[in-house]
């Protein structure tokens, strides 16, 4: 999981997409990074870090230009210490590229093979990223015989790169001297937007984005979300070309960013975030209703941030107080997308902590989320019962996650999750809960999907049915493998 967004203006855009990427800061941690071009000169800047420790005004005064893009990554593929295989990617040829990527690749040992055996091209880092860069810079190569470049070029190497690349990608290229092309997988697992902007000097701005919140914010209209498999081409004039360039696209969005990874006030693929979690909220409290005594609940408590629509609905759906039992240190990132697992049980009370006139003496129902590692969930319950709690019932707004997450999420391990192998009342004892309830997959698909046109998403985390239809149980132990050495 990373945020990517990508502009063309009118202005200079450094301004403006170092606001998106504070914006985008929640998608990842790990580093960050910008890119404009200025005619056929392209100007970089990339760091370990988060967004606003990674820029100084000196940095910000090269990055010159009225195209751009960024990035802020969550490591899911290479080393997240690897200052190295922070975003963006550039390569010389042909014309200069520079690229940023949202995803994962899962074809990354035959692309690896082919770009060295075949297209005859260095790749200096382990990140699929890299991969993704060299591929399009060889379709670009193959595709273009002079030095004019014009949009029937550029749709035709994305075209030979779908044929090439298996996975999720949400990209964003700067081509110097052209212009800047955004894609997305035949899938449309990770998400892109696009928007624009009519200036006063008649020209049209664009952007496009990770989540829709960058463009309210910096006051541009929707367009659409890009559709799997298309192909977006602004030249640096500020002129748009859109094709659609899979064989047979069909959209299935990845799930976990409507649990989870998303921003409550982002809109994806025309479906409302807050809203989804809202009814996961309701669909939720109908199965608490089943299996929990509803006399044994004086209170339900969200764990902040991103379970709280969800919790406000299961309160008042089952008629019980919704209180607010843990605080949250604001200054403190997200524990899951934290590169470590120690790291991660170190900074659970660093973020959150319990305040016992809440809990003291009461029956709680916890609401969370999801449950991946546990390592959180295992933490807020003892939280709750040092505090004072007299039972706790922890409730996922998320089916169990007990598979791999193989498009772009850091679950690549069977054995990190705390669900896999493990019946629900066993998932209960190892963390330490009274009772443990989870949202229904088909209750979870519902929550997503109702009112839109979507007719199905990635579930895999959750079922073990991967949407590319190229994962097998030889490539997933391969990842683990890679993953543990």
């Given amino acids: 999981m990373c945020g990517i967004v990508g502009i063309v203006s009118a202005e200079p855009v450094n301004q403006q997409i170092y606001d998106a990427l504070l914006l985008l800061q929640h998608r ?44 802020v990554r969550y490591a899911t593929a290479g080393a997240a210490a690897n200052e190295e295989e922070a975003q963006p990617f550039y390569v010389n040829a042909p014309y200069g590229i520079i690229l940023v990527h949202n995803g994962n690749l899962t074809n990354t040992r035959e692309l690896t093979n082919d770009l060295f055996r075949i297209d005859r091209r260095h790749v200096n880092t382990s990140s699929d990223t890299e991969l993704l860069l060299n591929v399009l810079a060889t379709e670009l190569q193959s595709t273009v015989s002079g030095t004019e ?21 949400a990209s964003i290229a700067l081509i110097a001297g052209h212009g ?13 937007i696009l928007g624009k902007r009519d200036m006063d000097n008649g020209r049209t701005d664009y952007v496009v984005a990770s989540e829709s919140l960058v463009l309210e914010s910096g006051g541009y209209e929707i367009v659409r979300d890009v559709e799997p498999g298309e192909a977006i081409f602004i030249t640096a004039d500020g002129e748009l070309h859109a094709r659609q360039c899979a064989e047979n696209p069909i959209l299935r ?4 960013e409507y649990v989870y990874l998303a921003r409550p006030d982002s809109v994806m693929n025309g479906i409302s975030v807050y809203e989804t ?3 996961m909220g309701d669909r939720l409290a109908a199965t608490v209703a089943q299996y929990a005594p509803l006399g044994d609940i004086d209170v339900v408590m969200p764990i902040p941030d991103s379970s709280r629509p969800s919790a406000m609905q299961v309160a008042r759906k089952l008629g019980v107080e919704y209180r607010e039992g843990f605080f949250k240190n604001r200054y403190v990132g997200r524990t899951f997308i934290m590169p470590g697992q120690a790291q991660r049980k170190r900074s659970v009370r660093q973020k959150l902590n319990a305040m016992s006139a809440e809990f003291k003496g009461k029956n709680v129902l916890i609401v969370d989320d999801s449950i991946v590692r546990g390592t959180t969930s295992r933490e807020i319950v003892e939280m709750a019962r040092a505090a004072g709690a007299n039972k706790v019932t922890f409730t996922s707004a998320a089916p169990p996650v007990r598979y791999p997450h193989v498009y772009g999420i850091n679950m690549p391990s069977r054995q990190e999750l705390i669900a896999h192998g493990r019946k629900i009342p066993e998932i209960a004892a190892e963390l330490g809960a009274d009772h443990l309830i989870y949202q229904e997959v088909a209750d979870m698909e519902a929550a997503i999907m109702e009112g839109s046109n979507l007719t199905g998403l990635d579930v895999s985390c959750f079922t073990g049915e991967y949407v590319t239809g190229t994962i097998t149980p030889e490539y997933l132990d391969w990842v683990e493998r890679n993953q543990l050495s």
């Avoid at 470049?149 to 190497?157: Q, R």
């Avoid at 969005?253 to 976990?256: K, V």
């Fill in 28 to 71: 990842g941690q790990d580093s960050t990074g910008i890119a404009t071009a200025q005619g056929s000169h392209l100007h970089m800047h990339k760091t370990k870090g988060q967004v606003r420790e990674g820029f100084r005004t000196r940095d910000m005064r090269s990055l010159l230009g009225n195209v751009g893009l960024g990035h």
């Fill in 149 to 169: 470049l014009g949009p029937e070029h550029v749709f035709t190497a994305i075209e030979n790169l779908h044929k090439r690349v298996e996975g999720s990608y």
């Fill in 180 to 192: 800047l092309l955004a894609f997305r997988d035949p899938f449309g697992i990770r998400p892109l």
């Fill in 253 to 256: 969005p990845c799930s976990f």
């Fill in 277 to 279: 979690r809202l009814r």
